[in-house]
């Protein structure tokens, strides 16, 4: 059973930093893609970040590149999200999600607009609440 579980979300002043995790079971890293999605209160869902392998190749949406670096730990099957510079526009819940689409799903969620909303995500954890303050 595939199973993701998010961790490290919080309350964070603008300009400073938080490092989320997912941790996974049930499917390895060089089968499915993995991606971090958020969704703010009145607002659409979004991919912010996405990393598939085989290269470990990365995709972040505009809003978050510079900022925002994804991550794995194969051997404790682990996913980050370290996020720098907040800004009060991070404010949402953030999802980790697996897929085997691979780099086509990678560039589905992250680069197409809408493509987190109408793309049909294989699995999902339950989310983390990050909340950045002015």
């Known amino acids: 059973e595939v199973q993701l579980v998010e961790s490290g979300g919080g309350l964070v002043q603008a300009g400073g930093s938080l490092r989320l995790s997912c941790a996974t079971s049930?499917?390895?890293?060089?089968?499915?893609?993995i991606a971090w999605f958020r969704q703010a209160p009145g607002k659409e869902r979004e991919g912010v970040a996405c990393?598939?392998?085989?290269?470990?190749?990365?995709y972040y949406a505009d809003s978050v590149k510079g900022r925002f670096t994804i991550s794995t730990d194969n051997r404790m099957n682990m996913v980050y999200l370290q996020m720098n510079n907040l800004k009060p526009e991070d404010t949402g819940n953030y999802y980790c999600?697996?897929?085997?689409?691979?780099?086509?799903?990678?560039?589905?969620?992250?680069?197409?607009?809408?493509?987190?909303?109408?793309?049909?995500?294989?699995?999902w954890g339950k989310g983390t609440l990050v909340t950045v303050s002015s």
């Open positions: 999600a697996a897929d085997k689409g691979g780099t086509a799903f990678c560039s589905i969620v992250v680069v197409m607009p809408r493509g987190a909303v109408s793309y049909d995500t294989d699995h």
């Open positions: 990393i598939s392998n085989p290269g470990a190749i990365t």
């Open positions: 049930g499917f390895t890293f060089d089968v499915y893609a």
